[in-house]
């Protein structure tokens, strides 16, 4: 007689992780000279299309690349959706059925912050043991390793989850289009791995969350010799609101603020009717979005015939680790330990699209992706030794999580 089914709940991760000896045999296939060196042109494709943010055609052609990539490496996608957007880079979904265990979704951005032309004066290249080019690290890289990830484990018939892959080209300019679709392809995600670059032998499990603002007076204009008391300075209305502002920074509960840039004012003799700001400002917490939130709204220049307008918005919302993403941290950390060592848990100012996916409490790891240095610089490069090992790390994260899976019942 059959019993009732007990209520479906999810498998614990073995605390060991998965088989050593599968990820032995993971290590050694990324490391095999046919693997790098396919997995080297891929890298080396897609530096070098350029995929400056705001270039539609290239970004375009990107895509074409990463499907093209996809298809060559993989076979063709058992689901693809291909969002487009008239001025943004498309969002590419593309899934891949596994044998077990649930949906891992595997995100990266395809957009760079180098504009078009970059690539002819720094070309892709590799010296003593760096791979260099516009947009390699960020994040190139991790785009091709997610791929050749999941190649890993169809080529050595090991157990797979169903692969999601959700590749934008919005990312660096805020992912305005890709947000709500990175958000729908984690629902019902196991886990969501965002191979972004790495940083040493560590994994990113917290990210501070980002608000971008404007700030911009409005005071009254005046000739600074003949009418000074007709005048309210917006440029010393604005100092104000900035003398306020930057002291409300709390580095030590995360909190960090920074004006970029500043413009106001028409001429030395004038008392300036407009000036304005952009600033930027990083927490760790919910909490402290809520108090920089109440900081801005109480501003207020000294002189009270200026005015303040305080524009944008809290872009990315802080990520920490719940209970689900510390379990996922340490499956990860199991694959690292056996294939190098123990990972480093880094916390990091920048936000990514992880940022998205841990505010809804879903399990997410960011810097998955490459070793190297320079994101958004031109000394932006990857480790090319470390480039086996990361692609295992990906590949082995991918087999733990084949075995997490819902029990169908007794
Ligand atoms: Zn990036």
């Not at 005046?222 to 900035?242: C, E, Q, R």
Request: glycine share 12%.
């Amino acid at each position: 007689m059959p019993s009732p089914a007990p209520a479906p709940a999810p498998m614990p991760h073995s605390p060991n992780g998965p088989d050593p000896a599968a990820l032995s045999r993971i290590a050694s296939w990324c490391d095999e000279r046919e693997q790098r060196d396919g997995y080297l042109t891929d890298l080396r494709r897609l530096v070098e299309q350029e995929s400056p943010s705001e270039d539609k055609a290239l970004l375009d052609a990107t895509a074409d690349l990463i499907l093209e990539l996809l298809s060559v490496r993989l076979g063709e996608p058992s689901r693809t959706v291909r969002h487009r957007h008239p001025e943004l880079g498309d969002v590419i979904e593309a899934e891949y059925d596994g044998d077990s265990g649930g949906t891992v979704t595997v995100v990266g951005h395809y957009d760079t912050v180098w504009p078009a032309g970059t690539v002819t004066d720094w070309p892709f290249t590799l010296t003593e043991g760096t791979l260099s080019g516009p947009g390699v690290f960020d994040m190139k890289a991790g785009l091709a390793q997610g791929i050749w990830a999941l190649r890993a484990l169809r080529a050595l018939g090991l157990p797979r989850p169903t692969v999601r892959f959700v590749f934008n080209g919005d990312e660096e300019t805020g992912s305005v289009i890709s947000r709500p679709l990175i958000e729908r392809a984690t629902e019902d995600a196991v886990a969501t791995l965002v191979m972004e670059p790495g940083g040493a032998w560590g994994i990113k499990a917290g990210r501070k969350g980002v608000g971008i603002f404007n700030l911009t007076t409005t005071g009254l204009e005046a000739h600074a010799g003949l009418d000074p008391a007709k005048g309210a300075s917006a440029i010393h209305g604005l100092a104000d609101v900035i003398r306020d502002l930057v002291a409300a920074a709390d580095p030590a509960r995360g909190t960090t603020v920074n004006v970029g840039r500043i413009s106001g004012g028409t001429a030395r003799n004038v008392i300036a009717g407009e000036a304005t700001c952009l600033v930027d400002i990083r927490v760790s917490t919910q909490e402290e979005i809520e108090r920089m939130d109440g900081v801005l709204a109480g501003l207020t220049a000294t002189d009270p015939r200026v005015t303040l307008t305080v524009g944008g918005g809290w872009n990315r919302p802080p990520m920490r680790p719940g209970a689900a993403g510390r379990r996922l941290f340490a499956l990860v950390d199991g694959v690292a330990t056996h294939l190098r060592g123990p990972l480093a848990e880094l916390y990091v100012g920048g936000g990514s699209d992880a940022n998205f996916v841990a505010a809804l409490g879903r399990p997410v790891l960011c810097g998955m992706g490459a070793l190297g240095d320079g994101a958004h610089a031109r000394h932006e490069h990857v480790t090319l030794a470390d480039l086996p090992d990361r692609m295992a790390l990906a590949a082995g994260t991918l087999l733990g999580l084949a075995g997490d899976r819902v029990p169908e019942g007794a």
